[in-house]
């Protein structure tokens, strides 16, 4: 089975420019999650999203959003970035029911810098 | 909220064992999960323990957990320099999110 994919992998950004990310689950997977980590702040979940819908979302402001695909592919979208958000945005992929599921893997992330 | 804690460094000399340690608040933490980074990389799935086990072994891997003590350890068994990369802790509860520690940087030291 191949992993989690992501891309692009890497990105260099303008203050006030917005961004899309993808990722693409492992197949079979339903669940894509999304963590922003920063040497300061460490490994900070963003949302997830599972059948379309998104389940759970973190402390992050609204500039911050994503969708997902009836195909299970997720995109993530900043807009009008900020220095701060110069991150690797990593997605995690998740066989998840509808209850939930303890197992997450991870793709090489998106390494994002703003300038 | 739920904080999961780690010491930020450690180092080991090759064929060494390395223990790995790590606490967390939540007692209903319903499963614990050891993931690695390497440079440049994205996490990888090392182990993870239910949480009404106490231990898991894995080839050079070993998982302590101590529900009592909300304390939960790694140990690496003859550590190579293939071992050197960030190893995070994290804790998961059905219905919530996956909650990651800061990392501990293992440095195998030749």
Not at chain 1, 57 to 71: A, C, M, T, V
Not at chain 2, 4 to 10: G, R, W
Request: hydrophobic share 30%; aromatic share 12%; net charge neutral.
């Amino acid at each position: 089975k191949a992993g989690v994919t992501q891309t692009p992998r890497y990105l260099i950004k303008t203050r006030g420019q917005q961004v899309t990310l993808s990722c693409s689950p492992i197949s079979g997977h339903r669940s894509v999650s999304w963590y922003q980590q920063t040497p300061g702040q460490g490994l900070q979940f963003l949302f997830e999203y599972f059948s379309e819908t998104q389940r759970n979302k973190g402390n992050f402001p609204g500039r911050f959003s994503g969708r997902q695909f009836s195909n299970s592919r997720s995109e993530m979208n900043v807009s009008t970035l900020e220095l701060g958000d110069s991150a690797l945005y990593l997605c995690a992929s998740n066989p998840s029911t509808g209850l939930g599921s303890y197992e997450q893997y991870f793709g090489p992330g998106t390494r994002l810098t703003v300038t | 909220g739920e904080d999961v804690e780690q010491s930020l460094f450690l180092s080991v000399r090759e064929g060494d064992s390395s223990v790995i340690n790590c606490t967390y608040t939540d007692s209903s933490s319903t499963y614990l999960y050891w993931y690695k980074q390497e440079p440049g990389a994205g996490l990888q799935l090392l182990t993870y323990i239910f949480s009404n086990m106490d231990m898991k072994q894995d080839q050079r891997l070993t998982v302590l957990l101590n529900k009592k003590d909300k304390h939960l350890s790694l140990r690496i068994a003859d550590t190579q320099t293939g071992d050197s990369a960030i190893y995070f802790c994290a804790e998961y509860n059905y219905g919530q999110n996956f909650v990651f520690g800061p990392g501990t940087r293992l440095s195998v030291l030749p």
